[in-house]
């Protein structure tokens, strides 16, 4: 398999994977508001399940209308029944239990019915996350569909958009450095975007020195990692003048050191936000 080939399997490997951080964060952006859960609470306590917690803040209003018909199927003061709801690829379902103390005529049971394919029909038609009607199925991966109107449809492929020109960006550098490792080498330069351009310097830096001194061959970066967001860089140059390897043994703690402030800073950001 040539290099090509592996690169365009690599791609679809992260798209796939893109896809699915994307449904997954696109689930807990949706999640309903505190406000509407507890606009349900109140509204009505003796149907209210946790499961509500987990419909879509987009499907909010019309799981309301759901909770309204439903008692309204009640016999004075006899609840028709439990309610659970569940968001599916294919729309919002309603499982009921119904009260085996009342009385059921054909005509009610059919009610029921009829409400839940009523609540799962409209759902497909709202966005989930704003509740916008002319929604469309949009998939994110192979697990999640979701319902979004033009805009919210728009802002996901957007993101994807994004995501993938930042892996092709990855690449592109990977391939500009690729004297600076070893023939064949799979290493992975991937690091968190606060060390993205300290890596990308000490890089570039130390390919200068290669190129400009004709070290092709005699200096290898050999590891770029994280490890709790620090950014640690090795590199071999044991075969360079003294002065090459103490300039780029510099660059290198220079880097590593830049990293720690930047990683400094970002928990210093973290505890202002969470004051
Ligand atoms: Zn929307």
Request: glycine share 6%.
């Amino acid at each position: 398999m040539g290099i090509e080939d592996l690169r365009a399997r690599q791609r679809q490997t992260i798209m796939r994977s893109q896809l699915r951080q994307l449904g997954l964060d696109y689930l807990r952006s949706i999640e309903m508001k505190p406000e509407n859960i507890e606009r349900i609470r109140a509204a009505h306590p003796e149907h209210f399940h946790p499961s509500v917690g987990d419909v879509p803040d987009g499907w909010t209003d019309v799981l309301m209308s759901f909770l309204v018909e439903f008692r309204d199927l009640g016999e004075g003061m006899m609840s028709p029944g439990d309610v659970r709801f569940e968001r599916t690829n294919s729309g919002l379902k309603a499982y009921v239990w119904p009260n085996s103390e009342m009385q059921w005529s054909p005509e009610k049971a059919q009610a029921v019915v009829g409400l839940q394919r009523h609540l799962y029909m409209s759902s497909r038609d709202l966005c989930e996350w704003c509740g916008k009607g002319d929604a469309v199925p949009v998939p994110l991966g192979e697990r999640v569909t979701f319902f979004l109107c033009e805009e919210h449809k728009a802002s996901a492929e957007a993101k994807l958009a994004a995501q993938i020109a930042a892996f092709d960006e990855r690449v592109r550098f990977r391939d500009e450095m690729s004297v600076l490792f070893r023939p064949m080498s799979c290493m992975s330069i991937q690091v968190s975007d606060h060390n993205l351009d300290i890596m990308r310097k000490a890089l570039r830096d130390i390919k200068k020195i290669v190129e400009e001194r004709e070290l092709i061959g005699k200096v290898y970066v050999t590891k770029v990692m994280e490890s709790e967001g620090q950014l640690f860089i090795s590199a071999r140059c044991g075969q360079a003048d003294p002065a090459t390897q103490f300039e780029i043994a510099d660059i290198v703690k220079h880097a590593e050191w830049e990293s720690d402030q930047a990683q400094l800073a970002a928990n210093k950001e973290d505890r202002d936000h969470d004051a």
